[in-house]
């Protein structure tokens, strides 16, 4: 199995504008955050499920999610596409 990357480097969204823009089929489900919620997925495969092991990897995840959010708030706020 491969090494998992430190939880500190997925804290932070892609620019989800051009997370958007680079997918091919255009999909309201397209997640900036997607390594974070990978990383923490192969976290619990690699650990049996033992959820206290990764609660780094969730919080990553979390943390990236509510800068993306917020990302999305401001450039609404701004009159910017947000999509």
Known sequence: MSNLPPPDSNRNPKDYRETFKSRQEVSKFVDPCE????????????????????????????????????????????????D
Do not use: H
Not at 38 to 50: E, H, T, V
Not at 64 to 76: E, L, N, S, V
């Open 35 to 82: 390594a974070a919620s990978k990383a923490s997925f192969a976290c619990m495969n690699k650990n049996d499920f033992d959820r206290d092991k990764c609660l780094d990897y969730f919080q990553a995840y979390r943390d990236c999610k509510k800068t993306w959010m917020d990302q999305r708030k401001a450039d609404r706020r701004a009159g910017r596409p947000v």
